[in-house]
């Protein structure tokens, strides 16, 4: 009898609304895109997923998950279909203590929070939205045992003329040359520690949040010019090795895709208006992801799927500088929509 094939990491993308508004999302968030996708809906094709593909690591995100109105209903419906993977949900923080029986969903379910904070000013509300949603936590301050790996793997991407630098302590050793490189790439000491120091918050029940600082973003693949929409031209092989992205494969609709712009991105070339030719256009729109109706390519798309795609050029082909985030509730960018 053949073995299921794993997926080591995996995303269902569950609506395109968010709450808050963070300047360069890379799921295009910060502007009135809207959509939903209602677990009932699309629940007979992940219980055929799961006769077909084991999933070892889940994370059910948006927009913001807990603005979707069956998002106790994606938990348990997830759950109940693959037993084993550890699933979080990724969230703002905002709408922990708005979404009825959430608490008893992620307990019941063992699922846990990734809070991600989008800007640091707004540390200590969201801590008291955690506090109130827990029951009697503890908190924790980690930094990962395995720090200096990642440090290493992102360093390697930027690495010039063998000067190695195993550890982020070791950063401000390098010549200045290298420190610039990796500095113009958004790679430096005080923000790589900073974004993997996380937070621990776990109550008598066992229902647990970490909390990381994510408040710097890189550019996304799309750039608003004269109130319209336009995408990147890049190189594929440069786009797709500077991708930090290109292990995140979505189920989205009921179907898998390579990253989330394969997948997000036409809906919300659908929605509004993009000064793009006919070619990028087809293009954009030929990506196929796996569905249920070519089930019997997924050994060959599973093999694949960590390679670059034409897609890729819509992407920047270089990380750029990472910047602070300028906006975090309301005011969603206004554009010309279609």
């Not at 938990?75 to 949900?89: A, C, D, L």
Request: glycine share 4%; charged share 30%; with cysteine.
């Amino acid at each position: 009898m053949k073995l299921k094939p794993s997926l080591s990491y995996s995303e269902f993308y569950i609506t395109n609304v968010c709450n808050l508004n963070c300047e360069e999302c890379n799921r295009f968030n910060n502007y009135h895109f809207k959509g939903h996708q209602k677990w009932s809906d699309y629940e007979e094709d992940y219980k055929e997923w799961g006769k077909h593909i084991n999933l070892d690591y889940v994370t059910i995100l948006g927009g913001e998950p807990l603005l979707n109105p069956t998002i106790n209903e994606w938990i348990k419906g997830i759950r109940s279909i693959w037993k084993e993977p550890t699933i979080e949900i990724t969230t703002n923080g905002y709408r922990l203590n708005y979404v009825k029986n959430l608490y008893e969903t992620v307990r019941d379910n063992n699922v846990f929070f990734h809070v991600s904070i989008h800007n640091q000013k707004d540390f200590e509300k969201i801590e008291e939205f955690i506090f109130d949603f827990l029951k009697d936590a503890e908190k924790k301050t980690i930094i990962p045992d395995d720090i200096d790996e990642r440090w290493k793997s992102q360093y390697r991407r930027f690495e010039k003329d063998g000067l190695g630098c195993d550890s982020y302590k070791d950063f401000e050793n390098l010549p200045e040359e290298q420190k610039k490189v990796c500095i113009e790439n958004g790679l430096n000491d005080k923000d790589f520690l900073k974004f993997n120091t996380y937070y621990e918050y776990k109550d008598n029940n066992g229902v647990l949040i970490l909390v990381y600082i994510e408040d710097m973003f890189y550019h996304s693949a799309v750039q608003k010019i004269d109130n319209k929409f336009v995408l990147h031209n890049s190189d594929v092989d440069t786009a797709h090795k500077r991708c930090y992205g290109k292990f995140n494969h979505h189920f989205i609709k009921g179907k898998l895709y390579k990253c989330a712009i394969s997948g997000v991105l036409p809906m919300f070339v659908e929605q509004f208006n993009f000064d793009m030719s006919k070619e990028d256009y087809d293009l954009l729109h030929s990506y196929k992801p796996l569905s249920l109706d070519n089930i019997d390519e997924i050994d060959k798309f599973l093999e694949e799927i960590k390679n670059p795609i034409p897609q890729c050029k819509f992407c920047p082909d270089g990380l750029g500088e990472s910047f602070k985030l300028k906006a975090v509730s309301g005011n969603k960018i206004k554009v010309e929509q279609v």
